[in-house]
């Protein structure tokens, strides 16, 4: 075990980001994969628990408990008006957990309710680090300044709401259309995941690259391989590089460097090199100039929009994604071409859109 290792306790108030999910997100059931994915960049997570009435979210449980989620049955009283008990069975665990287990040193609170700013004081006054996770409409604006840190769930690599779906029913609404299913012969296991036997190498670039980026973001210093692989690792824990070919990490990484994708400092004593971004140069450079083609040729027709700009990239090169990058997202990536100068960009309040152009020449 490394010392400089956070080991990460989870606690879920799964209903008040379920509901925070559906009612003002207007996207589906809420997705724990971004939510393990980022905290798996900070640390190691040895507890995992949610908290709900889970007859209201029958559907839910599956996911979770694929991600190792322990359920915390909190039923509801029925008739008079519904208060969530979940909020001090979740304090108290909490609490007890921060005494008997005096290695966790990160809480993590899954919740946008201010009821919870008490708890986030007192763990803070124990010596732990605290980081909370919310819908942004729906979380209280007392919330996130108790936090050292506040993650929105929105805002996560890897959630995607432009597919939003209609909310899977929290209650028997659902056995209808489960039984047409079931009457249509569809046996499928829904437990069984499936195992992809081979992953295409871009999708590697995609996994090292976000990886990396968010471990630059989550911590002060630099990033050593052996960190990285560890965080590889927690995300993906049948991650081998053998699996890519390769013989060994350094192997893979010194690979990713001679493509420009990153690059290695000198490598320590140790043999543990850090690991960083190119500033400028190979694969990231040629999708920035594949930005500013594109920008310039569609510029000459009128206004140009952020919306629809990726598809256009998409158009000139099938391969281009920013993720291969470490970028969360083609804004961020669109940010980052203007950060160099290689784009202009501002936003429209008219068009509620950002307007994209190229650089000007003219000089004054």
Known sequence: MQDDEERIALFLDYENLAIGVEDQLR????????IADALAERGRVVVRRAYADWNRFDEDRRTLTRHHVELIEIPQRM????????????????????????????????T??????????????????????????????????????????????????????????????????????????????????????????????VFVTQTLSGLERSRSGPVLASQLKRALLRKDPTFSETTYGFRSFSELLRNLEKRGVLELAAE??????????????????????????????????????????????RKADPEFSEKRFGYGGFLQFVKAARARDLVAMEWDADAQDYDVAPVSTNSS
Not at 27 to 34: I, Q, T, V, W
Not at 95 to 102: A, K, N, P, T, V
Not at 116 to 133: A, D, S, W, Y
């Open 27 to 34: 996207a589906g059931s809420l997705d724990f994969k971004p």
């Open 79 to 110: 008739g008079s008006v519904r208060k969530n008990a979940a909020d001090i069975k979740m304090a108290v665990d909490a609490i007890e957990l921060c005494f008997e287990r005096g290695y966790i040193t990160t809480f993590v609170l899954g």
């Open 112 to 205: 946008g309710d201010s009821d919870f700013t008490p708890l986030v004081h007192k763990l803070r006054e124990l010596n732990r680090r605290v980081i909370g996770i919310g819908v942004e409409a729906s979380t209280s604006a007392l919330l996130p300044p108790a936090c050292d840190e506040f993650l929105f769930y929105e805002r996560l690599e890897g959630v995607d709401l432009s597919q939003a779906a209609p909310r899977r029913t929290r209650s028997g609404r659902g056995k209808a259309a489960a039984s047409t299913k079931a009457a249509a012969g569809a046996a499928v296991d829904s437990d069984a995941e499936p195992i992809v036997a081979d992953r295409e190498e871009p999708d590697l670039v």
């Open 268 to 313: 320590s004593a140790n043999g543990d090199p850090e690991v960083r971004f190119r500033e400028a140069g190979g694969d990231e450079q040629q999708a920035f100039e594949l930005l500013q083609t594109v920008v310039a040729r569609l510029a000459k027709r009128g206004p140009l929009h952020l919306s629809g700009l990726k598809t256009q990239l």
